[in-house]
């Protein structure tokens, strides 16, 4: 049987409607309210499910050198549409300070990381509420402290799966949409440990979504700022370009992962710590990767189309 024969205009037509087919039919989410559940008057309905989110990492996760008093208005109101595991272990609507928990630290005494803004971003291009959970602790090492079966590691798995356990309605399920991780700077201090970072970090990736049974969870990492020898308060830190091309090479071969660029950020004068501004920043250019990542729907489609395109290419002439 002949392929049959369409221009190649034709054929970039039909991408285009298939494409726009599957975009249309994915239905907006609902945003909801906690202040609903326990209340026998309410008539309205939930959404059958809710996008959870993953925080995670050291001192840049954790907002380290926040400042509340940099923040405009506008984010220091709730946002009703982003409901965060708080630290009380509460669901209550995000509202800063955010930090510190129990086993983080803010310069300032309180403050927050970028959980402000990747919320808010994902939350608002998705029409939907969602949830963030977050465990990041600062001057930790991805060699050592974060090894899976240790402590560390177990805190913030336990705290995910305390998370999913006590949201409060259990209509709901709670879907483990993505992992967010800023780490590395401490790594970035001992040679040793920035020669292992490529294969620490894949075995992390690799038992995250081994224990949350998530195989295909995407991994959104963002880049150390750290290049050449960078002088701060806490040390001198020689391997940050080490570092950061473990990051790139995870990127390239770990499918699923995908590594956020952080050197231009706002930093603090402190040479190893994101200001407000960057720590905002951060969290867009999370959320945005994050939504930039196609849905499964779209990538069976991308993979179908590798098998049904070459019958569908333009004939050529020694092929009559």
């Not at 974060?146 to 305390?162: A, C, F, H, N």
């Not at 399920?173 to 894949?202: H, K, P, R």
């Not at 049974?213 to 150390?224: D, I, S, T, W």
């Amino acid at each position: 049987m002949n392929p049959i024969t369409l221009t190649k205009s034709t054929l970039a037509y039909l991408g285009l409607m298939v494409c726009t087919t599957l975009l249309l039919s994915i239905s907006p989410g609902q945003a909801f309210s906690l202040g609903h559940e326990n209340d026998p008057s309410y008539s309205g309905s939930y959404p059958s499910s809710i996008k959870l989110f993953i925080l995670a990492g050291q001192s840049n996760m954790v907002g380290s050198r926040s400042n509340l008093n940099e923040l405009s208005d506008h984010w220091l109101h709730p946002q009703d549409n982003v409901l965060w595991y708080d630290q009380d272990n509460n669901w209550v609507p995000l509202q800063v300070p955010t930090e510190p928990f129990p086993f983080s630290r803010v310069f300032n005494g309180v403050g927050f990381g970028p959980e402000i803004t990747l919320g808010q971003g994902i939350a608002e291009s998705l029409n939907e509420t969602v949830a963030l959970v977050k465990y990041a602790k600062g001057g930790t090492n991805l060699a050592v402290d974060w090894k899976p079966g240790g402590e560390l590691y177990t805190s913030m798995i336990d705290r995910v799966q305390g998370a999913i356990a006590e949201f409060p309605l259990a209509s709901v399920n709670v879907d483990i949409a993505g992992f967010f991780w800023m780490q590395g700077e401490s790594d970035a201090y001992n040679l040793a440990m920035a020669n292992q970072y490529e294969q620490n970090l894949t075995n992390f990736i690799t038992q995250v979504r081994q224990d949350l049974q998530e195989p295909n969870l995407p991994f959104v990492y963002g880049k150390v700022f750290l290049t050449g020898t960078q002088e701060t308060p806490f040390g001198i830190f020689r391997y940050g370009d080490t570092i950061r091309q473990a990051q790139s090479r995870v990127d390239q071969q770990v499918p699923g992962t995908f590594a956020v660029e952080t050197i231009d950020l706002s930093q603090h004068p402190d040479n190893i710590h994101f200001d407000s501004s960057g720590l905002m920043a951060l969290g867009d250019r999370f959320a945005d990767e994050w939504l930039s990542i196609p849905e499964p729907s779209t990538l069976a489609f991308l993979g179908l189309s590798l098998v049904i395109f070459p019958f569908l290419r333009p004939k050529h002439h020694d092929e009559a």
